[in-house]
Nanobody, 128 residues
């Protein structure tokens, strides 16, 4: 059965960095648009970043310049490198994947999520 597994979360001080990983089994992530999402307690889910099957990327405004999404095809993994972390980045982060070749799909994905597969998530806490 298809699975997406996130890892790399943890507790970091403000200004710190983390790299989240979204690894897949039973599918080749290269063929999928993959989004990273987060949800903080009491808040709605927010699309953070997205990468298409042609490696176009998009970011929520609060992540621009600090976060970088990328994929490693050899490992079948999509990463989210998060630098200069802030307390407001604290949330449960999870990835989603959708089989969709459209080059401009990220705007939709960030707003609406994916029609496909979701991981279980990983907690990111930014605190001193």
């Amino acid at each position: 059965q298809l699975q997406l597994v996130e890892s790399g979360g943890g507790l970091v001080p403000p200004g710190g960095s983390l790299r989240l990983s979204c690894a897949a089994s039973e599918l080749v992530l290269d063929h999928y648009v993959v989004g990273w999402f987060r949800q903080a307690p009491g808040k709605e889910r927010e699309g953070v970043s997205c990468i298409t099957s042609t490696d176009s990327t998009e970011y929520v405004d609060s992540a621009k310049g600090r976060f970088t999404i990328s994929r490693d095809s050899s490992k079948n993994v999509v990463y989210l490198q998060m630098n200069s972390l802030k307390p407001e980045d604290t949330a449960f982060y999870y990835c989603g994947a959708e089989l969709n070749p459209l080059p401009a799909i990220c705007a939709v994905v960030l707003n609406e999520g994916v029609s496909g597969y979701w991981g279980q998530g990983t907690q990111v806490t930014v605190s001193s």
